[in-house]
């Protein structure tokens, strides 16, 4: 779905707190969850405005996205 708000915490509900914890007592974890909003932001930003950059532009943010997604999960699902 184009737009759409992937969140870490709309997508990992169940780690809600754990990522606050994170957040507040890990600045690589924060920064690396900065750069994964900051990324999403500028995918939706881009799909809503009818995404106005090439195809293979659009797969290297998305796919940079996906790779810090997958990194911030195995962070949660490691701490607890």
Do not use: V, W
Not at 27 to 49: G, M, P, W
Not at 50 to 75: A, F
């Amino acid at each position: 779905m184009l737009g759409e708000n992937h969140c870490l915490i709309l997508d990992f509900p169940e780690f809600t707190q754990r990522i606050t914890e994170l957040n507040a007592a890990d600045s690589q974890f924060a920064a690396d969850a900065n750069q994964y909003h900051e990324l999403d932001l500028e995918i939706r930003t881009l799909e809503l405005d009818g995404s106005p950059i090439n195809d293979e532009d659009m797969h290297q943010l998305k796919h940079r996205r996906s790779l810090l997604k997958d990194s911030l999960y195995q962070r949660l699902h490691q701490s607890q």
